[in-house]
């Protein structure tokens, strides 16, 4: 059984289905969606050597961010229904879903931002609440208010499971992070050239598994509610 075949046969689902499901569709598709992250992350890698103590830097790096991840929820989609994709084919599909949902993917992330940065539940539960709007925004091309909508209809009531996935994400994301750059940091120096590729390269992988991890969600929940399969989702990409 394929990645993109697995759970595909029972409606209901598990963090940890979410979980591998996400990172085998990455496996399986690792030069398409990693290169893809790369490319849309250029930007970030430009900034951090030409201006590292700009005070747009967090901005940049949050727009790059969520261009990564608009470009490979159709990337996901194809990889769910077990089809091949390219990195330019995510990104040109991207690139023509991309107003809305970087409107909501910057809307939602300051938001989650600022709940976490005020007090940490706000913005767990902002996040968990609108974990599939950028999914929602590339496949049903809804507008910035209704996706996030659309995203508090679709996790009600499996938020518990969300919230795990998302959690989950966060600490592999984390723990990767704190590796690699202890690794990188020890070896060529923390602000090196080589210390700043490594950090771009990790940060666009984990952004990869991050869209893998959030789309799986999205078909998962549609499934499960709607009783739709991914060929039926898909269907808008072709």
């Not at 849309?40 to 700009?54: G, K, M, Q």
């Not at 049903?140 to 959690?167: D, K, N, P």
Request: charged share 10%; hydrophobic share 55%.
């Amino acid at each position: 059984m394929t990645a993109m075949q697995s759970g595909t046969g029972e409606a209901s689902w598990t963090v940890g289905n979410a979980i591998s499901t996400a990172g085998a569709i990455l496996i399986s598709h690792f030069a398409a969606f990693f290169g893809t992250a790369l490319v849309a992350s250029v930007p970030s890698l430009v900034f951090d050597i030409l201006v590292p103590d700009s005070p747009l830097h967090s901005i940049v790096d949050l727009i790059v961010g969520q261009i990564v991840s608009v470009t490979l929820v159709y990337g996901s989609m194809q990889a769910l229904r077990g089809q091949q994709v390219a990195v330019g084919e995510c990104l040109s599909q991207g690139m023509k879903r991309l107003g809305a949902a970087l409107g909501v993917a910057i809307l939602s992330g300051i938001a989650i931002a600022a709940g976490m940065f005020v007090l940490l539940v706000p913005g767990l539960i902002l996040a968990t609440m609108w974990a599939v709007a950028v999914p929602v925004a590339v496949i049903e091309e809804m507008g910035v208010t209704a996706s996030l909508s659309r995203s508090q209809q679709l996790t009600s009531g499996r938020r518990w499971r969300v919230f795990g996935a998302y959690l989950l994400t966060l600490l592999i994301t984390v723990v990767g992070g704190a590796i690699v750059g202890g690794v990188v940091g020890v070896m060529a120096g923390i602000g090196s050239s080589l210390f700043l590729i490594a950090v771009w390269a990790f940060v666009a992988l984990t952004q990869a598994f991050s869209s893998c991890v959030f789309t799986t969600l999205y078909y998962y929940l549609r499934r499960e509610k709607e009783g739709v399969d991914i060929h039926q989702i898909a269907a808008v990409f072709d």
